[in-house]
């Protein structure tokens, strides 16, 4: 043995190193996705209400002008939805702070449609001048190369329109809820369905690239290493949130005692079946699947 010091561990990361890192990576998947670009309208609809639509609109501006601050330093490039973010929260936070009391109290009402309708506008009008909104997304996670393939274009005006459906969807709800309820915090008009649409846009938008990517692999005969996956991968998100309404409904006092722990109950056994089930059909596709697609 040598007394020569130990050499130093410079090689071995730290806990908090690993940590601060994965939190990083996050933060960039986060800022890259186009749920950063949705964030503020999410915390705008959380927090409007009656008496709070100056907080609202105000905390919708700020957390716009910080995820486009915090995207750029970070070398993402400006996002058309996210400019979109600061001019239609900035324009509510100055309405809020210069309006009168009546029309305060006009946006408080109808706030959350005139959010929904303009999502819709945003996300349809991106379509019709060609220029998917989510493209400046999945540009920051994918090469060069691909940008301009029409396979590659074709995922993202399908996402798009998947967007413009849920976007709609909470549209129509919110409108049922202020025009037929009168009542724009219904829970069923205001919030479960508008959730849902939002969340089948997400789930839409994880599911469709690798989707679509094996489908066409297939189609032209491609090498691929997407594994093939049954379409019920796009739903089962519902059997969780089937479980979050009945939770939701129970703490509102929206649902009775009774069908609160029955949606409860159909949810969290939803969860296993749908699992067990999207399995089985996974298993049949992949045993049907071309061999040259599972070529690496």
């Known amino acids: 043995m040598t007394n020569s010091p130990d050499k130093p561990a410079v090689d071995q990361p730290t806990t908090g190193t690993v940590q601060t890192t994965g939190t990083r990576r996050v933060l960039t998947a986060f800022l890259n996705s186009p749920f ?23 905390s919708a501006f700020v957390l716009s002008l910080i995820l486009v601050v915090g995207g750029h330093r ?17 324009s509510m936070a100055a309405l809020a702070l210069f309006a009168s009391a009546g029309v305060i109290e006009w946006l408080e009402k109808w706030g959350g449609e005139m959010t929904n309708i303009a999502l819709v506008a945003f996300a349809l009008g991106s379509i019709l001048v060609r220029q998917p909104f989510t493209l400046q997304y999945a540009r920051e996670s994918t090469d060069e190369e691909v940008w301009d393939s029409p396979l590659f274009l074709r995922i993202n005006y399908v996402i798009t329109w998947a967007w413009v459906a849920g976007f709609g969807v909470a549209a ?5 809820g202020d025009l037929v309820l009168d009542d724009s915090n219904n829970f069923w008009t205001g919030w479960i369905i ?13 599911f469709y690239p690798d989707f679509a990517t094996y489908r066409a692999a297939v189609r032209e005969g491609w090498d691929t290493d997407e594994k093939p996956q049954s379409m019920l991968h ?7 949130f089937v479980l979050a309404i009945g939770i939701a409904g129970l703490l509102t006092d929206e649902l009775s005692t009774v069908t ?7 949810g969290a056994v939803g969860i296993g ?24």
């Open 36 to 58: 950063a670009g949705m964030s503020p309208w999410i915390l705008m609809a959380l927090l409007t209400g009656p008496g709070r639509f100056e907080e609202a609109a105000a």
């Open 74 to 90: 970070r070398g993402s490039r400006i996002k058309l939805l996210e400019v979109f973010d600061v001019v239609y929260f900035g």
């Open 172 to 176: 129509v709800s919110g409108a049922v």
């Open 194 to 206: 508008q959730i849902g649409g939002t969340v089948f846009a997400i789930a839409f938008t994880e």
């Open 234 to 240: 796009l739903f089962d998100w519902v059997p969780i």
């Open 260 to 266: 609160g722990i029955v949606v409860i109950v159909v």
């Open 273 to 296: 079946a749908f699992r067990q089930l999207t399995s089985s059909f996974d298993a049949r596709l992949a045993q049907a699947a071309p061999r040259a697609s599972k070529t690496a």
